[in-house]
């Protein structure tokens, strides 16, 4: 006969009954291999709303968290932020279509990320040009104004590979010859 409080274990079965199907926070954060911070984070700021909480004051999820947990993450790794997501899901949730919003703002953000593409490709050539000629300068200790004189010798080196010569950031009497 099992002797355990008649409340006690009423209470197991009752919350079993009642919660059967769901999960808490931290086992909808194993099942969507996510920090269990993360996930507390989304309900904070309304991403994820839990289906119900237990007496306990555990949050619980259905199948539908697991579902939006997810959609939250894919949608961060395609670089949409938090608000356009939320946005996402409140243009869903009012019954509209999200994708031709998803598809604008993909539209909108493309080029932007091209144009960053390519001034970080100009970036990456420059700095292994820099490396390159200041490998060949050897060692060399500061000379009184130079702070860096590998830094600073590549302003020269610029402005000889682009023939013109900028002398206005130089004392007067120092100007190139």
């Excluded at 009423?10 to 009954?17: D, E, L, Q, S, V």
Aim: with cysteine; glycine share 10%; proline share 5%.
């Amino acid at each position: 006969m099992n002797r355990a409080h008649p409340k006690l274990r009423n209470t197991g079965a009752a919350k079993a009954a009642r919660h059967h199907g769901l999960v808490t926070v931290s086992q909808l954060a194993a099942a969507a291999d996510e920090p269990a911070h993360a996930v507390r984070y989304y309900c904070r700021i309304g991403l994820l709303v839990p289906s119900t909480t237990s007496d306990s004051g555990y949050r619980l999820f259905d199948r539908s968290g697991l579902k939006r947990l997810r959609f939250i993450r894919r949608a961060q790794s395609l670089g949409f932020s938090l608000d356009e997501i939320s946005g996402f899901i409140s243009h869903a949730a009012k019954g509209n279509e999200p994708c031709p919003q998803v598809m604008a703002t993909l539209d909108q953000r493309l080029p932007r990320i091209g144009a960053e593409l390519k001034e970080i490709g100009e970036l990456h050539a420059r700095m292994i040009r820099a490396q390159k000629r200041w490998r060949s300068l050897g060692e060399g200790g500061p000379t009184g104004y130079e702070i860096c004189r590998l830094i600073e010798s590549e302003d020269f080196a610029t402005e000889e590979s682009d023939g013109k010569a900028d002398d206005s950031h130089l004392r007067p009497g120092e100007g190139s010859k």
